[in-house]
């Protein structure tokens, strides 16, 4: 498996770009700190959540006092309130947020090689940012991320942030994460030093503006060739959904950044992944799902344990598990963007859970009677993976005729 680590370093050429655009017309090391400095103050918005060492700060303030040994510093403050100074380049800020990219390039400056975020911990173990008291209104509707989700509770970030709170309400059984909840909040308090909240669940929708992520990288692999695929016997005509695919010509071909947070790549045991598929098989579907939603409540971005989720809740409550899949699908799409004419061969593992996303999608569509959307699902699942290794262009023929889900069941 070529699975990718989370991917925190950005692009070499877009932060060496960055230095370039900073730095032009500075003469001098203490000019160009200056300039490292104007660009901070510019273009992060402080405070800024962030992590030193592993550790939940908040970044208050960015400075450079002259000194060029000393370079940029930034003052922190602590969840219990209390600050000191350290070194800007020690400061880790999330990926999706403006510092990251500004400290890579400013660490790419000085000599250093990128740092570590906390993200590379098994889910769980990361030390999270936790909501203060005065992040929460208690006199009127509040908005939350939704990361995780238990029988009766939710962990939950507040919209552009990092800081984290738990929901417990009744009215949380059918959310999913990555969704972004209205909540009428009744009451606020901490346990062992995390913040909790009740209340009820207003409404829920799906905003990728909210989740605030980083795109998953699109890695090229060369070219697909139509002329280097089997589309059947000699003496067979070729199959009508393929025509166009072919008629289309040679396409880029690419394999998407694949996130499985806290994975040891090295180690081909220790994938979360497999083992949620082992607790389902064995009937533990409670464990399989707590595994799947600690995931997701690492990293948004797995892409896997959004349509493994939707595994687990398709046979008996379908729509539910299109928005398992659709979030996941929607999250690969924000890497892909509105004109993507490539493909993503299966046989390039890392594509895989984006498809797997992208057909589950289009079989809850399906089986709630949305025709003519699952049919554009299906022929989308074609073009970007032609082999069609998930039976696509099968489904296509009973979503076309409009045959019910059950019918294909009873043919199958």
């Not at 932060?15 to 017309?25: G, K, M, R, W, Y």
């Not at 060739?225 to 008629?247: K, L, Q, S, T, V």
């Not at 995931?295 to 539910?320: I, Q, T």
Request: hydrophobic content about 35%; proline content about 7%; some cysteine.
């Amino acid at each position: 498996m070529t699975r990718q680590p989370n991917n925190r370093h950005g692009n070499s050429r877009s932060v060496d770009a960055l230095i370039d655009e900073i730095l032009v017309d500075t003469c001098g090391e203490d000019e160009e700190l200056w300039a490292f400095h104007q660009v901070f103050a510019d273009e992060v918005r402080l405070p800024a959540d962030a992590f030193v060492i592993g550790e939940p700060v908040s970044v208050v303030k960015i400075d450079y006092d002259g000194n060029t040994r000393l370079g940029l510093t930034a003052r922190c403050r602590k969840q219990d309130g209390s600050s000191y100074v350290v070194a800007l380049v020690d400061v880790v800020f999330p990926e999706a947020a403006s510092g990251f990219l500004y400290v890579s390039a400013y660490r790419r400056w000085v000599g250093l090689p990128p740092l570590a975020g906390p993200g590379e911990q098994k889910p769980g173990q990361q030390r999270r940012h936790k909501a203060a008291d005065e992040d929460i209104d208690l006199s009127g509707p509040v908005e939350l991320v939704v990361l995780s989700v238990k029988k009766k509770a939710a962990r939950c970030r507040l919209p552009g942030t990092e800081r984290q709170i738990t929901l417990r309400s009744s009215d949380i059984a059918d959310i999913v994460p990555g969704e972004t909840i209205t909540v009428q909040p009744r009451k606020r308090w901490r346990f062992a030093g995390h913040p909790y909240l009740s209340g009820k669940v207003l409404s829920q929708r799906l905003d990728l503006y909210n989740l605030a992520l980083k795109p998953l990288q699109l890695h090229h692999r060369g070219t697909w060739d139509p002329d280097e695929e089997y589309w059947g016997e000699p003496d067979e005509p070729i199959p009508h959904w393929a025509r166009p695919i072919i008629a289309r010509g040679p396409r880029p071909l690419f394999e998407m950044e694949q996130i499985i947070p806290g994975c040891d790549l090295d180690d081909p045991f220790d994938d979360p992944i497999i083992q949620s598929n082992d607790l389902k098989a064995a009937g533990d579907l409670d464990g399989a799902r707590s595994l799947l939603m600690g995931l997701l409540s690492a990293d948004l971005r797995c892409l896997d344990a959004h349509a493994h989720l939707g595994n687990l809740v398709l046979d008996y409550r379908p729509e539910v598990a299109k928005r398992h899949y659709e979030i996941g699908r929607r999250i690969g799409e924000l890497s892909l963007g509105q004109d993507f004419d490539g493909v993503l061969a299966w046989g390039l593992i890392d594509n895989r859970p984006y498809l797997r996303c992208l057909h589950g999608y289009g079989l809850c569509l399906w089986r709630l009677g949305q025709f003519q959307e699952a049919e554009k699902v299906f022929e989308r699942l074609l073009w970007l993976s032609p082999s069609d290794n998930l039976g696509a262009r099968f489904l296509l023929e009973f979503v076309r005729s409009k045959k019910s889900w059950e019918n294909y069941d009873d043919d199958g």
